[in-house]
């Protein structure tokens, strides 16, 4: 009956309209922007800092 992804995200779309109402479903998508944004910046952090601890490690000499 629901083969494809396009089926289940259209059957979730009309849930979350059910459920939620229309006025706050623009609400809801700009606070999980807002949240994967952020996820986003900490991933990048989170990398950077590895990198840079890696790069001291190899350049340090062992004792």
């Known amino acids: 009956m629901f083969d494809s ?3 289940w995200l259209i059957i979730a779309v ?9 006025s706050k479903i623009p609400k809801l998508a700009h606070s999980l922007g807002r949240a994967m ?11 950077q800092e590895l990198k840079a601890s890696q790069a001291g490690a190899v350049a340090a000499p062992p004792r």
């Open 5 to 7: 992804l396009d089926d």
């Open 14 to 22: 009309i849930v979350a309209v059910l459920f939620y109402g229309s």
């Open 37 to 47: 944004g952020e996820f986003k910046k900490g991933r990048l952090e989170v990398e």
